[in-house]
Nanobody
Framework: QVQLAESGGGLVQVGGSLRLSCAAS????????VGWFRQAPGKEREVVGV????????YYADSVQGRFTISRDNAKSTVSLQMNGLKIEDTAVYYC????????????????????WGQGTQVTVSS
């Protein structure tokens, strides 16, 4: 089973940038779509974006479209989330997780279809 661990969170000012990394162990990672999710205080966890196992397809939530970019390097077993133009409302704990079905041809944003959740990394955007 894939195990994931996020890193790269921190404190940044409005308009700044951060790059989060999701490191994976296990060969199955290369065949799994990977999603980034976030949970702000007092709110439900929401999808940020997803990248297909080939890296050829991506999905972004409307709230981050044009500001965030997901990429992956299967040779290094990592998925990255580049966050630019950060806003106060981007403050949250960010998680990565793997689609439970390998080789899935379409991107699913239902969190129930994801497993191997990491421990999360805190992103705080201040004014």
């Amino acid at each position: 089973q894939v195990q994931l661990a996020e890193s790269g969170g921190g404190l940044v000012q409005v308009g700044g940038s951060l790059r989060l990394s999701c490191a994976a162990s296990g060969r199955a990672f290369s065949y799994a779509n990977v999603g980034w999710f976030r949970q702000a205080p007092g709110k439900e966890r929401e999808v940020v974006g997803v990248i297909s196992w080939t890296g050829s397809k991506t999905y972004y939530a409307d709230s981050v479209q044009g500001r965030f970019t997901i990429s992956r390097d299967n040779a290094k077993s990592t998925v990255s989330l580049q966050m630019n133009g950060l806003k106060i409302e981007d403050t949250a704990v960010y998680y990565c997780a793997a689609d439970r079905w390998p080789y899935r041809a379409i991107i699913i944003i239902d969190q129930n279809e994801y497993e191997s959740w990491g421990q999360g990394t805190q992103v705080t955007v201040s004014s």
